[in-house]
């Protein structure tokens, strides 16, 4: 029997996520697998965890609460811009996706959720806060090595 996942392990893993009503958000089946490095936050917290304990070529379906995936809406994030002296923002339309730098060269994106003549209101909650989400699982391979990897990495890019 192949070794079951712990943290810390390197794996390869193929998922198809979708929304409560079924419509797919993301899958990597038509493109390689995810490759990541289980219990180090490399994917939401609900995904570490339905890992472990599974074996190359295991398949198992999840669903996720909010708390376990992208989280809950989070009303500080809901932000509100006078447009008085920003010309440039009158422009934007509901639905555009902007990038708020912050300290440290960092970036988030915000969703423009309301232009009136006087205010811009954006949302920087992540796209899937507040969502329950079900990922269907298959491991393709477990206990990666991280200098094939790199290796794999660099032949690819010659």
Wanted: glycine share 10%.
């Amino acid at each position: 029997m192949a070794d079951a996942i712990k943290d810390g392990d390197i794996i390869k893993v193929h998922y198809t996520g979708r929304l409560k009503d079924g419509e797919e958000f993301d899958s990597t089946r038509d493109r390689d697998p995810m490759i990541f490095v289980v219990g180090v936050g490399q994917v939401v917290k609900g995904f570490d965890q339905a890992v472990l304990g599974m074996s190359a070529g295991e398949k198992k379906t999840i669903h996720l609460a909010p708390e376990l995936a992208y989280g809950v809406q989070q009303p500080e994030n809901l932000l509100e811009f006078p447009l008085a002296g920003m010309p440039h923002l009158q422009s934007m339309k509901v639905g555009m996706q902007l990038k708020l730098p912050l300290q440290g060269g960092r970036a988030v994106s915000a969703k423009v959720v309301e232009v009136t003549e006087e205010v811009i209101r954006l949302d920087a909650n992540h796209p899937l806060a507040g969502k329950t989400l079900t990922f269907d699982l298959e491991i393709v391979e477990t206990g990666l090595d991280p200098a094939r990897l790199y290796a794999e990495a660099v032949e690819g890019k010659q």
